[in-house]
Nanobody
Framework: QVQLVESGGGLVQPGGSLRLSCAASRRIFAINAMGWYRQAPGNHLAFFSTITTGGTTISADSVNCRFTLSRDNTQNTVYLQMNGLKPEDTAVYYC????????WGQGTQVTVSS
C-alpha cells in the first residue's frame, strides 16, 4: 500500500521559515495534482494549495507570496516552502495526491510561536 510520508514540520518563531516535504513510499502513476491541506486548531480541514502535473498552482484565498509550492514529478514529491511564518499559520498540514485514487499523508504539525 502506498503511503505519503511528510517531513519538515516543527516549532518555529514568528518570521521564521519551514520547508515541508511529502514523498510517496512507492511510485504513483498518473498523478494529476499534489498539494496540501491544513487544519488549524479548532477549525476544519481546509484546502491550502495544489500543483498540477503541468505546474499550475491553485491556492486558497488565504495563501499569499509567503508560501511556495513545488513538485518533483520524477520523485513523486511535493514541497511547501513557508517563509515569514505567523502564529495564525499554526496547523497540522496534510499532503494530498490526486491520481486514480486519492492519497493522504499522516499530517505534520507546524507551530509558530515565540
Amino acid at each position: 500500500q502506498v503511503q505519503l510520508v511528510e517531513s519538515g514540520g516543527g516549532l518555529v518563531q514568528p518570521g521564521g521559515s519551514l520547508r515541508l516535504s511529502c514523498a510517496a513510499s512507492r511510485r504513483i502513476f498518473a498523478i494529476n495534482a499534489m498539494g496540501w491541506y491544513r487544519q488549524a486548531p479548532g477549525n476544519h480541514l481546509a484546502f491550502f494549495s495544489t500543483i498540477t502535473t503541468g505546474g499550475t498552482t491553485i491556492s486558497a484565498d488565504s495563501v499569499n507570496c509567503r508560501f511556495t509550492l513545488s513538485r518533483d514529478n520524477t520523485q513523486n514529491t511535493v514541497y511547501l516552502q513557508m517563509n515569514g511564518l505567523k502564529p495564525e499559520d499554526t496547523a497540522v498540514y496534510y499532503c494530498n495526491f490526486e491520481a486514480q485514487w486519492i492519497y493522504w499523508g499522516q499530517g505534520t504539525q507546524v507551530t509558530v510561536s515565540s
